[in-house]
C-alpha cells in the first residue's frame, strides 16, 4: 500500500467545468468526517508501512474547520506515523490561503499545498465561476511563502474557447514568478452534467479547435521545460524531485486506499470504488452495509490499464510485458499497429519501453484504445 486519498466532497460553489463529486450543501458535513473516521477503521487492515503519500482532495478541502480536519489527522494517526509521509498534500482554493489556516497546516503534518489557481484573468475566472480573484492568488501565494510552504503545486486551466481572447502565455508566465515546484497544466474539458455541458448542448459554447490545443500545449511544454521543469505526465511539471508521490501512484499501479464519498482503491488487482453520494454513503456506512462496488481485473484488463496509464507519462509501458500475455494473432495484430504509430512519429521505442512522442501527448487516449486487448 502506497498512497491513501481521503475524499472530501464539499464546495462554496460549482466551478462551471467540474464534474468531480461534490455538494455546496454543508448539512452533512459533521456525520461525513464521523463516517470517513469510521470507514479507516472498518479498513484499518489495508494500512502499511509502505505508505509514501496522504492527499486530502476533492471538492475543496479547505472548506474544513482546523477541528474537523484535526478530526481526521487523529483518526489517521492511529493507523500510521505521519510525520514519517514524504508527501502530504491538501487541495486549497486560493481565498482560502490564511496565515492561521496554513500555520495549523503546516503543524498537523501537511508539507505540500495544492492550489487551484486556474487562470491570472479575472473575466476567465468568473467565466469558470470561480469563488476567487487574481488579488487573492498572490495574497494566498505570497501567504503560503510566509507560511514556510516549499512544496507547491498550482493548477492552470488551457484550452478554452477562443472566442474569450485569453492571453493564456501571460498568465502562465505571471503564476511562475511565484517559482511553484509543481505545476499541474489541465486542458478544460466539457463534460455532460455541468453548466458548460450545458451550455454546448445549447450551442452556447464552442470547443477550441484541434489544431489550436495543440499549440498551446506544445508552447506550455517547451516553456516550461525552459524553466527547469521535468514534463513527466501529460498534464504535470516539476523541478527536479518534486514530482507528485500521489500522482505517481496512480500511474505506476501502485495500490492505494481510497477514503470518503466517490473515492477509488486499488488492491492486489482489485479495483473499488465509494457511492458518489454523500447521503447514501452516509446512511449506509452508519448501518454497516456495503457502500462501496468494486471489480478484479483481469491480466488483459490489467495490461490494457497500463498501456493508458504508461503512456499518459514519460515512462511508458513494457512492450515485452504486454507480449507475454496475450497469444500470436493478437501479437501480430498489436504489432502492426505499434508499427504504425512508431513509423509516423507517434510512438517512440526505446529498449522495448514504448513511450508517446512527448509533442503527440494530446493523442495518447486514442492511441491507447487502438492498442487495447480486445479479444479475452
Same mark, same amino acid.
Given at each position: 500500500m502506497s498512497g491513501i486519498y481521503i475524499h472530501i466532497p464539499y464546495c462554496k460553489q460549482a466551478c462551471n467545468y467540474c464534474d468531480f463529486h461534490f455538494s455546496t450543501s454543508m448539512k452533512t458535513k459533521n456525520d461525513m468526517i464521523d463516517c470517513i473516521v469510521k470507514e479507516m477503521d472498518i479498513r484499518g487492515d489495508e494500512f502499511s508501512k509502505k505508505i509514501n503519500s496522504v492527499y486530502i482532495g476533492g471538492g475543496t478541502p479547505s472548506v474544513m474547520t482546523n477541528l474537523e480536519l484535526d478530526t481526521i489527522f487523529n483518526a489517521l494517526e492511529k493507523k500510521i506515523s505521519i510525520r514519517e509521509i514524504k508527501e502530504i498534500t491538501i487541495e486549497i482554493n486560493p481565498e482560502d490561503l490564511n496565515s492561521e489556516k496554513l500555520e495549523f497546516y503546516k503543524n498537523i503534518g501537511i508539507n505540500r499545498l495544492s492550489i487551484g489557481v486556474q487562470s491570472m484573468n479575472n473575466d476567465i475566472l468568473k467565466w469558470m465561476n470561480r469563488s476567487h480573484d487574481t488579488s487573492q492568488v498572490i495574497n494566498g501565494l505570497n501567504n503560503a511563502k510566509d507560511a514556510g510552504f516549499k512544496n507547491i503545486s498550482l493548477d492552470f486551466i488551457y484550452g478554452t474557447p477562443g472566442n474569450l481572447k485569453r492571453d493564456y502565455k501571460a498568465e502562465l508566465l505571471e503564476i511562475l514568478k511565484f517559482n511553484p515546484t $509543481?505545476?499541474?497544466?489541465?486542458?478544460?474539458? =466539457? *463534460?455532460?452534467?455541468?453548466?458548460?455541458? $450545458?451550455? *454546448?448542448? #445549447?450551442? #452556447?459554447? #464552442?470547443? =477550441? *479547435?484541434?489544431d489550436i490545443s495543440q499549440d498551446e500545449f506544445i508552447w506550455i511544454s517547451k516553456k516550461l521545460k525552459s524553466k527547469n521543469f521535468r514534463h513527466y505526465e501529460i498534464s504535470n511539471f516539476a523541478i527536479q524531485e518534486k514530482e507528485s508521490f500521489h500522482n505517481s501512484n496512480y500511474w505506476n499501479q501502485s495500490s492505494y486506499i481510497g477514503l470518503g464519498p466517490g473515492a477509488h482503491s486499488f488492491r492486489n488487482s482489485t479495483r473499488r470504488w465509494n457511492i458518489s453520494n454523500n447521503r447514501i454513503y452516509i446512511k449506509n456506512m452508519k448501518a454497516g452495509v456495503p457502500y462501496f462496488e468494486e471489480e478484479v481485473l483481469s491480466p488483459y484488463n490489467l495490461m490494457n490499464e497500463k498501456i493508458m496509464l504508461g503512456l499518459r507519462t514519460l515512462n511508458g509501458f513494457d512492450k515485452n510485458n504486454l507480449f507475454s500475455i496475450v497469444n500470436q494473432p493478437i501479437k501480430n495484430e498489436i504489432e502492426s499497429k505499434l508499427n504504425t504509430f512508431l513509423n509516423d512519429e507517434t510512438l517512440i521505442s526505446s529498449n522495448n519501453i514504448i513511450s508517446m512522442n512527448p509533442e503527440k501527448w494530446l493523442l495518447s487516449d486514442y492511441v491507447s484504445r487502438e492498442l487495447f486487448i480486445l479479444n479475452e
Amino acid at each position: 500500500m502506497s498512497g491513501i486519498y481521503i475524499h472530501i466532497p464539499y464546495c462554496k460553489q460549482a466551478c462551471n467545468y467540474c464534474d468531480f463529486h461534490f455538494s455546496t450543501s454543508m448539512k452533512t458535513k459533521n456525520d461525513m468526517i464521523d463516517c470517513i473516521v469510521k470507514e479507516m477503521d472498518i479498513r484499518g487492515d489495508e494500512f502499511s508501512k509502505k505508505i509514501n503519500s496522504v492527499y486530502i482532495g476533492g471538492g475543496t478541502p479547505s472548506v474544513m474547520t482546523n477541528l474537523e480536519l484535526d478530526t481526521i489527522f487523529n483518526a489517521l494517526e492511529k493507523k500510521i506515523s505521519i510525520r514519517e509521509i514524504k508527501e502530504i498534500t491538501i487541495e486549497i482554493n486560493p481565498e482560502d490561503l490564511n496565515s492561521e489556516k496554513l500555520e495549523f497546516y503546516k503543524n498537523i503534518g501537511i508539507n505540500r499545498l495544492s492550489i487551484g489557481v486556474q487562470s491570472m484573468n479575472n473575466d476567465i475566472l468568473k467565466w469558470m465561476n470561480r469563488s476567487h480573484d487574481t488579488s487573492q492568488v498572490i495574497n494566498g501565494l505570497n501567504n503560503a511563502k510566509d507560511a514556510g510552504f516549499k512544496n507547491i503545486s498550482l493548477d492552470f486551466i488551457y484550452g478554452t474557447p477562443g472566442n474569450l481572447k485569453r492571453d493564456y502565455k501571460a498568465e502562465l508566465l505571471e503564476i511562475l514568478k511565484f517559482n511553484p515546484t $509543481h505545476l499541474s497544466c489541465y486542458h478544460l474539458t =466539457i *463534460e455532460d452534467g455541468t453548466y458548460f455541458g $450545458h451550455l *454546448e448542448k #445549447k450551442r #452556447k459554447l #464552442k470547443r =477550441i *479547435e484541434d489544431d489550436i490545443s495543440q499549440d498551446e500545449f506544445i508552447w506550455i511544454s517547451k516553456k516550461l521545460k525552459s524553466k527547469n521543469f521535468r514534463h513527466y505526465e501529460i498534464s504535470n511539471f516539476a523541478i527536479q524531485e518534486k514530482e507528485s508521490f500521489h500522482n505517481s501512484n496512480y500511474w505506476n499501479q501502485s495500490s492505494y486506499i481510497g477514503l470518503g464519498p466517490g473515492a477509488h482503491s486499488f488492491r492486489n488487482s482489485t479495483r473499488r470504488w465509494n457511492i458518489s453520494n454523500n447521503r447514501i454513503y452516509i446512511k449506509n456506512m452508519k448501518a454497516g452495509v456495503p457502500y462501496f462496488e468494486e471489480e478484479v481485473l483481469s491480466p488483459y484488463n490489467l495490461m490494457n490499464e497500463k498501456i493508458m496509464l504508461g503512456l499518459r507519462t514519460l515512462n511508458g509501458f513494457d512492450k515485452n510485458n504486454l507480449f507475454s500475455i496475450v497469444n500470436q494473432p493478437i501479437k501480430n495484430e498489436i504489432e502492426s499497429k505499434l508499427n504504425t504509430f512508431l513509423n509516423d512519429e507517434t510512438l517512440i521505442s526505446s529498449n522495448n519501453i514504448i513511450s508517446m512522442n512527448p509533442e503527440k501527448w494530446l493523442l495518447s487516449d486514442y492511441v491507447s484504445r487502438e492498442l487495447f486487448i480486445l479479444n479475452e
